[in-house]
């Protein structure tokens, strides 16, 4: 069993930043690729960025790249989104996920096995 605990979310000015973090409780020595989505109100789930178990694999969604950064320390159980240059577009709720379990598809919500419970960011304009 996996428990996702994310922190971070506040409210901020637009051109502002912020770091979320999500804290992972796994069995030791077990590492998981890491996905952070986002769903707005009245959107769908979509996808932020994603990181596999050893940081060789690193993805972005169009939307963010350039902006967002994803990293994870192993040492700590911790997986990291650094948010620079936030819009209000970006104003959401963000998720961590873990585990893939159908395919290596980092993208897909669906293959995450894990969920954590949410932190709000709120962009103002």
């Known amino acids: 069993q996996v428990q996702l605990v994310e922190s971070g979310g506040d409210l901020v000015q637009a051109g502002g930043s912020l770091r979320l973090s999500c804290a992972v409780s796994?069995?030791?020595?077990?590492?998981?690729?890491m996905g952070w989505f986002r769903q707005a109100p009245g959107k769908e789930r979509e996808f932020v960025a994603a990181?596999?178990?050893?940081?060789?694999?690193?993805l972005y969604a169009e939307s963010v790249k350039g902006r967002f950064s994803i990293s994870r320390d192993n040492t700590k159980n911790m997986v990291y989104l650094q948010m620079n240059s936030l819009k209000a577009e970006d104003t959401a709720v963000y998720y961590c996920?873990?585990?893939?379990?159908?395919?290596?598809?980092?993208?897909?919500?669906?293959?995450?096995?894990?969920w954590g419970q949410g932190t709000q960011v709120v962009v103002s304009s």
């Open positions: 996920a873990a585990k893939l379990i159908i395919s290596s598809d980092l993208r897909d919500s669906t293959n995450y096995a894990y």
């Open positions: 796994e069995r030791p020595g077990t590492t998981h690729s």
């Open positions: 990181i596999n178990a050893i940081s060789s694999m690193i």
